[in-house]
């Protein structure tokens, strides 16, 4: 699909989403776009950025706005990074090569996770951008340290390590409707492939024909198998569920570049994460895909920033889907957004150039929002522009008065309390 044919039909992100739930059979876009258990934090992000309001100010120059800001001592065009995902070529047709491009188009960095179909060398290959690499550690340490040592080899800028997924998630939808990894056809899933034939073709068959059966590149050879053929357990490595700081303090020693702990919700974590030596923390919860009930992180957002954000970069991932919800986190202090199904709606519903449009649509929005809201530039961002429903700023009080005082002071609770 061309990018122009996008602009004119996909206005927002919820637009990619439509158009990617008609491409991609009910279990493939089910796996994009639900959580876990019941839904509960997907549906509690969405309602975390629901509960914070815009005050704008007027009569203000906001001729020329300006989105960049530096990420790493890196040049961004915009406080945005794509969060790692797995199995984005699932969906599209090279769709991590084309979500990489897409995101070095947008002069932004591009998270690839260990979980892709492409090598990570194609994609540096292939991609004139910033990449970052995204693993789990592993049980067997050895291949987490040989993993670190192939980004470098390849040129990988950042590591982050997810440290949020010690067990696997439970998605009951994906058991109904017969999706998993491996993955095979039966009988909860045939119709619903074959009801998708545009998918069919110009996925499984086009990437069958041009590259063979789809493999987890990155993984460790020995477990370098078939999506479609392998036994369970073996493809998936087996989770880690013995993290421990002094791995992150031997991995902090392996990466000299910029090391970056994604899963923090609590400030004592994100406390940790910055003695522990990382560079830089994402508050997330997974997008709501992992501990259901997990509280939204733009909740706890405010007081793990003012714990540790003079120490370290902080991102916030989880829930981003329109400018303003940028802006809303921007001001609660976190340095950048990072976006995981609003980038992926877009390779769901036109490959590389659904991606790019993601990514257009979420830049115009911030723009937009930010000299409505009379700021120029994200310098000016501040938690003065907001005012909290009352339910997330009592959450905030009563999880940490400190932090809901500092906002009270900038009148971003205190009308609310
Ligand atoms: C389909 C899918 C696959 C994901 N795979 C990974 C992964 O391999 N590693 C990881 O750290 N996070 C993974 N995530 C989580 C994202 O990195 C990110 O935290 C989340 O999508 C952010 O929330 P959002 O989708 O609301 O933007 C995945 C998310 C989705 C939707």
């Not at 549906?43 to 009569?59: C, H, K, S």
């Not at 005012?387 to 005082?405: C, D, K, W, Y």
């Amino acid at each position: 699909m061309s990018i122009e044919k996008l602009r004119a039909t996909a206005l927002s992100i919820a637009d990619l989403r439509e158009m990617a739930r008609e491409h991609l059979p009910r279990g493939i876009f089910e796996y994009v776009a639900r959580g876990s258990d019941e839904d509960r934090s997907l549906g509690g992000n969405a309602r975390a950025f629901d509960e914070i309001d815009l005050v704008p100010r007027v009569v203000r120059d906001v001729s020329e706005p300006n989105t960049s800001c530096k990420l790493f001592g890196e040049p961004c065009a915009a406080p945005i990074a794509v969060s790692p995902t797995g199995f984005a070529s699932l969906l599209w047709l090279d769709g991590e090569v084309g979500s990489a491009r897409a995101a070095a188009r947008a002069g932004i960095p591009f998270a690839l996770s260990t979980g892709s179909i492409t090598p990570m060398e194609q994609i540096r290959a292939e991609v004139d951008g910033q990449l970052w690499l995204q693993l789990y550690v592993w049980p067997q340490r050895e291949m987490t340290r040989e993993l670190i040592a192939r980004a470098r080899r390849a040129r990988y800028e950042a590591l982050i390590i997810t440290v949020d997924t010690p067990v696997a998630p439970f998605r009951p939808y994906n058991l109904k409707n017969g999706f998993s990894i491996p993955f095979k056809i039966s009988s909860r899933n045939f119709w619903d492939i074959v009801t998708h034939p545009r998918w069919l073709y110009g996925v499984v068959f086009r990437r069958y024909l041009k590259s063979g059966p789809m493999v987890a590149e990155n993984y460790p050879e020995q477990l370098r198998v078939p999506v479609s053929a392998a036994k369970p357990g073996k493809f998936n490595l087996p989770f880690c569920d013995n993290v421990s700081w002094d791995d992150i303090r031997e991995f902090r020693r392996l990466w000299d570049g910029p090391l970056i702990l994604k899963g923090i919700l609590h400030p004592e974590d994100a406390a940790r994460a910055v003695e522990a030596g990382c560079d830089g923390i994402i508050v997330s919860n997974h997008g709501g895909r992992n501990l259901d009930s997990a509280i939204a992180p733009i909740r706890m957002l405010p007081e793990i920033a003012e714990r540790v954000g003079h120490k370290t970069t902080v991102l916030l991932d989880s829930g981003i889907s329109r400018g303003s919800d940028i802006v809303k986190a921007l001001a609660l202090g976190a340095h950048a957004v990072m976006v995981g199904k609003a980038t992926l709606f877009g390779v769901g519903a036109g490959g590389e150039a659904g991606a790019q449009r993601a990514l257009e649509i979420l830049v115009d929005e911030l723009v937009r929002v930010m000299t409505n809201s009379g700021v120029k530039d994200l310098g000016s961002i501040s938690a003065g522009l907001l005012r909290l429903s009352h339910e997330f700023a009592r959450t905030m009080l009563e999880l940490n008065p400190e932090a809901a005082q500092t906002m009270a002071s900038t009148n971003a609770v205190s009308a609310r309390l």
